[in-house]
């Protein structure tokens, strides 16, 4: 670190312990927001914090710049103890321009701290964002603790005799600026983020060196000003011994294929068309083609849909991944592949809807049209992730239930999980039982091969492939005669098919986990999830468990079948409060299913629950207080 | 492998063909039976794959793998199955209707990423299993149930929509030339790559005689030209008329004291000019059948397996530790970390 520019003047620095902070990152699209908070979070799991980020983009590539339309912000929630969300409110804003600090302060409590970059408050930049007046001097932050920091100077002054960079070029690494002040802020080392600059610029020695400069900067920054009294300490939390790495949702559903196939000593087939926020997947798993990964990206959506079929009638573990528009588009060829018996998995990575939506917001709101969706009876498994980590481990069971079925399996992620990262404690490749799958050789009818002759337990077919001599047979989409699979229009037969295709979904309660419940067995109150909102919704009940309140959290993996036991656990509480991301999706089939007149608690605001609104509606029921 | 002695019984399945009498599809259905014996090619490793029309029940009929997939997809998932297991034989049957109207873009893309499939459109101009509407390749003014005034739209030339989507091969064949159409088949399936063959049906239900001037033997010989490649381009009842090559492009010329055989205009499959002005001949010109474009090119299976060769070469057999473990790692010991 270059001493002499902290030599100035020694001064008293306060170090506090905190439990835990919350810090958004917030500017224009272009100015490297994304990266800056992923930064920061790798350092922060580096040092052995616990970790939960929320990621907040524009769906426009560069929306106009200082606009409101174009704020781009990340949010990392980082502590001691194990945290289930990226927080409700920031703690500390870093606002690098006008629009970012007034689309931010709506989330702000009073007393939060706010970092504003002075430079990008002019006339123009504070028209943009919509302001009549300048936030910094008309009194509309008393409530805060702001830090005036003219970062665009402070870092040109630091970068301004790097060679072969343009001014403008230079301004680009302001972000690093902001990085810096706030690594000093929160005691963090800087090796890890210039490691990164270094490997990430390689053959652009002037960036690395003007990132790596006005990293420096802003922490010396951080170390000489007065601005600062107090400097913080997160301690590193205490997860269960391991060795972990940061993960998101997409990078999990992808690694969890990967391992999918290779259980089952199979080539993976990931046909997909690019959707926000479902194409990290498809980005993830194109690399690794030495895993024998055949990513194919087709057309549109509807050949990627048909692209995995052949792949799984061919023999692959085959799966495609997209988003709530791409499923309304592949819905006819996931209904194929129900009449065909073929195993595969479905990815969907839920946004904002209906139509186009808010593509790079989040929701809960493809539940109904995943079950119900298509034309006919169309059943199939539907599971959802709770937490990023956990999309692995769903990715796994999808494989695992489609194959064992013989039936195309829906997995329902959702942006949030998607694109927020936590620590994972990464499992041990060999731990993970494989994937047994026996393809027929032989015929299985006397002398004839009958395609849809069912498994007596599982009620699954057998998959046969072609190469297997003897076992030649012709499948497809009209109604079939029940072993045969001869196109048939008898009502009987279509009657009998379509309660097996039932039938073989609903027996897979028996393969699936029974429902756990979080607090007491029985009582006043039990809140019900599914997807991504189980960490609010776990933090809540658990903030109310510590003030003795009576209430169970069970959160909903296994959406079709649903456990075995969800009837039972629904019984055993007075009151169930179903909080989704929707406008009652879950509710509806409860209610349907259950005759329980389950609470609704519902979001669509493009955005994960905050835990206080579920703390709200807790206390809300238990106190007798609701309307 | 042993040698594999295959007859066409082999090839018949114990369904019941269920098309019109008289349809043309049962003679392209005889033709693949007879074609497939000759490919040496187990069974077991051949796959129809259809959409939806008449054309398309053609896999119940063929005694092998088959798949009666969805209106115009049949060429996705023969995409996805061939590159999931290279060594099989694909092939995709199709209609007008399935392949030039709802399933156009995945023609387009199948042809233009050359996948080593062999893809058969049956053009009889019409939608039958509809019971009749006018199709994509319906000419302009056709009267059917849904334009009953006959049709305002531009009809698509399904070879120069091949040629365009950078198809490898392209060829054409009627349903009434059995001899012909044998060959064009055969030279399909021993192409590597995306092979499109036209071939010319008639519907005798809902639009009898729509090739009458190609297929009628009084007709054909004045308005059919077989292209052979390295030959010179000659037609004709008595083989007395020809092409020849003219700075305005091709021209018909009758063979008599002015021209001989050795002025035509000789066919190069690989030419793409060429083709494409033969895919534009209409009546009253003779229609090109044949091999009208024959060329090779990576496959994208081939692609594909490349490069997973090449990463395992440069990063070797994928591990799933180092999956696992790439980026940034931590260790927390018991009780905290590091
Ligand atoms: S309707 Fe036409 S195309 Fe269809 S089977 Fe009958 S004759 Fe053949």
Redesign the pocket.
């Known amino acids: 670190m270059a001493e002499e520019q902290t030599a100035s003047e020694k001064r008293p620095v306060v170090i506090q312990e905190l439990e835990d902070v919350v810090i958004r990152f917030a500017g224009d699209s272009g100015d490297g927001m994304q990266l800056t908070g992923t930064q920061f979070t790798n350092t922060a799991a580096i040092v052995g914090n616990d970790i939960s980020t929320l990621p907040d983009y524009p769906a426009e590539i560069r929306a106009p710049a200082g606009t409101l339309a174009g704020v781009s912000g990340f949010q990392v929630h980082m502590a001691q103890s194990h945290i289930w969300t990226p927080g409700d409110t920031p703690d500390v804003l870093i606002a690098m321009n006008p629009a970012a600090l007034k689309a931010s302060l709506p989330d702000l409590e009073p007393g939060a701290s706010i970092i504003i970059n002075t430079d990008a408050f002019t006339p123009a930049n504070l028209a943009k964002a919509g302001y009549e007046t300048n936030p910094l001097r008309d009194g509309s932050l008393k409530n805060f603790q702001v830090y005036e920091v003219p970062i665009t100077t402070l870092n040109r002054n630091a970068v301004q005799d790097v060679e072969g960079l343009s001014p403008k070029q230079l301004d680009r690494s302001r972000n690093f600026f902001a990085l810096g002040l706030v690594y000093w802020l929160y005691d963090r080392p800087l090796e890890p983020t210039m490691e990164w600059v270094k490997k990430k610029f390689a053959k652009r020695p002037e960036i690395i060196e003007a990132n790596i400069r006005a990293l420096q900067a802003g922490y010396n920054y951080g170390d000489t000003t007065r601005l600062f009294q107090t400097r913080y300490r997160i301690r590193p939390a205490s997860l269960p011994p391991g060795t972990y790495r940061k993960v998101s949702g997409n990078e999990a559903l992808a690694m969890g294929l990967v391992t999918a196939a290779r259980k089952a000593g199979k080539p993976l087939f990931y046909g997909s068309y690019p959707i926000t926020p479902a194409s990290d997947i498809l980005h993830a798993l194109a690399p690794l083609r030495n895993y024998d990964v055949i990513t194919f990206q087709a057309e549109d959506e509807i050949a990627a849909m048909g692209s995995v079929v052949g792949a799984a009638f061919g023999g692959a573990m085959a799966a495609t991944g997209t988003s709530g528009p791409g499923i309304a588009l592949k819905s006819e060829a996931i209904n194929l592949a129900v009449m065909l018996e073929l195993p595969m998995v479905i990815i969907d990575v839920q946004r904002g809807g209906p139509s186009t939506g808010l593509p790079t917001k989040t929701e809960q709101s493809d539940l109904l049209q995943v079950l119900f969706g298509r034309n006919g009876e169309s059943p199939l498994p539907v599971l959802a992730p709770a937490t990023p980590a956990e999309c692995f481990d769903i990715a796994l069971m999808a494989f695992r239930i489609a194959v064992r079925a013989m039936t195309p399996v829906i997995v329902l992620s959702d942006g949030y999980l998607g694109n927020s990262a936590q620590p994972w404690n990464i499992p041990d490749p060999d731990d993970i039982p494989p994937i047994e799958i026996k393809h027929p050789t032989e015929p299985n009818g006397n002398g004839v091969f009958l395609p849809y002759k069912r498994d007596p337990e599982t009620l699954a077919r057998p998959w046969a492939i072609p190469g297997a001599a003897g076992l030649e047979h012709r499948i497809g989409g009209l109604e079939k005669a029940p072993e045969y699979g001869n196109v048939s229009y008898s009502p009987h037969d279509h009657e009998q098919m379509v309660r097996e295709r039932a039938e073989k979904i609903a027996r897979l309660v028996e393969f699936i986990p029974e429902l756990d419940v979080f607090g007491p067995e029985e009582g006043d109150l039990l809140v019900l999830g599914w997807g991504s909102t189980y960490g609010a919704i776990h933090a809540a009940v658990a903030d109310a468990q510590n003030r003795d309140l009576p209430v169970a959290h069970a959160h909903l993996r296994y959406l079709n079948p649903f456990p075995r036991n969800l009837g039972d656990v629904l019984s055993r509480y007075k009151r169930v409060l179903v909080p989704e991301m929707n406008m009652g999706q879950l509710a509806m089939l409860l209610r349907s299913q259950y005759l329980c007149d389950v609470t609704p608690l519902n979001k669509v605001q493009g955005r994960p629950f905050k835990i206080i609104e579920i703390s709200r509606k807790i206390d809300e029921m238990l106190s007798g207080a609701e309307k | 492998m042993t040698t594999i002695q295959l007859t066409r019984k082999d090839f018949v399945s114990d369904q019941t063909v269920r ?2 009498p ?4 049962y003679a392209i259905l005889a033709q693949m039976q007879k074609v497939l014996p000759e490919l040496g090619i187990p069974k077991e490793n051949i796959v129809f794959i259809s959409g939806i029309g ?1 054309s398309s029940r053609f896999p119940y009929y063929m005694n092998t793998y088959g798949i009666h997939s969805i209106h115009g997809r049949a060429p996705t998932l023969a995409t996805g199955l061939k590159l999931a297991n290279p060594d099989l034989s694909v092939w995709v049957i199709t209609g007008d209707g399935d392949a030039l109207s709802i399933g156009g873009n995945h023609l387009l893309h199948a042809a233009r990423r050359n996948v080593d499939i062999n893809l058969i459109l049956f053009n ?1 101009r019409i939608y ?2 509809t019971k009749g509407q006018y199709s994509p390749t319906s000419p302009r003014g056709t009267r059917t149930k849904s334009s009953p005034m006959g049709t305002i739209e531009w009809p698509l030339n399904p070879i120069s929509i091949a040629l365009a989507a950078e198809a490898t091969f392209v060829a054409r064949t009627v349903d009434v030339l059995q001899k012909h159409m044998h060959d064009i088949f055969l030279q399909a399936a021993n192409h590597k790559g995306f092979s499109f063959v036209e071939v010319l049906q008639n ?4 639009n009898d005689g729509a090739w009458e001037q190609y297929a009628n033997r009084k007709l054909r010989d004045d308005n059919d030209i077989f292209l052979e490649p390295g030959k010179p381009m000659v037609f004709g009842r008595y083989s007395d008329k020809g092409l020849i090559q003219t700075p305005d492009g091709l021209e018909i010329v009758e063979l008599n004291d002015e021209y001989t055989i050795d002025d035509l205009a000789v066919h190069h499959v690989e030419s793409l000019e060429l083709a494409w002005e033969l895919s534009r001949f209409q009546y009253p010109k003779p229609l090109p059948l044949g091999v009208i474009y024959n060329v090779t090119r990576e496959t994208f299976g081939e692609g594909v397996r490349g490069q997973i060769a090449d990463a395992k070469v440069l990063k070797g057999e994928g591990d799933l530790y180092k999956l696992y473990n790439a980026g940034e790692t931590w260790q927390v010991k018991k009780n905290g970390r590091k």
Do not use: K
Request: hydrophobic share 35%; glycine share 22%; aromatic share 14%.
């Open positions: 098309w019109c008289g349809c043309g599809d008449c009889n039958g299993l519907c005798v239900i809902f």
